[in-house]
């Protein structure tokens, strides 16, 4: 693996960790941020999402808390091992995929619906970072 391969994938595997970890957490302490005294933005607000029954809360630390958690630690651990690395880049460029999928499938339908097409920074970012794995992945597969 060239050096120069070798530091960028690094630096993005840095940088989805900064990403991931960060919601992960945020996500499983957001039902309780206001027991426990933090100041943190609303979570709920920043997704866009509400909680209307007890499941509720654990549908947000599991889906958003629990998942995002592994994930950035999986960029972590990819740091230092290749195989965990090109593997968390794998699982990454399916999730961000599919997300965007989700989301470009319902601006189609939405907008037959009447629903307003909205391009937010989400899918932006799941795009960019999608695009950015792949590359990565065919970078990797022609080192081995």
Do not use: C, H
């Amino acid at each position: 693996m060239s050096i120069l391969l070798r530091i960028s994938l690094t630096i993005f595997l840095l940088l989805m960790a900064i990403v991931y970890l960060p919601i992960g957490l945020w996500a499983i302490i957001a039902p309780a941020q206001d027991a426990l005294g933090l100041k943190l933005p609303s979570f709920y607000e920043a997704v866009g999402l509400s909680v209307i029954s007890p499941i509720g809360y654990s549908e947000f630390a599991g889906i958003y808390g629990g998942i995002n958690i592994v994930i950035g630690l999986m960029f972590l651990i990819g740091i230092f091992k290749k195989d965990i690395g090109l593997f968390s880049i794998k699982i990454l460029v399916f999730l961000v995929g599919s997300i965007a999928l989700g989301r470009f499938l319902l601006m189609l339908l939405g907008s037959q619906a009447g629903l307003p097409v909205e391009i937010n920074t989400f899918l932006i970012f799941e795009i960019i970072v999608f695009l950015i794995g792949m590359v990565f992945i065919r970078a990797l597969k022609n080192t081995n």
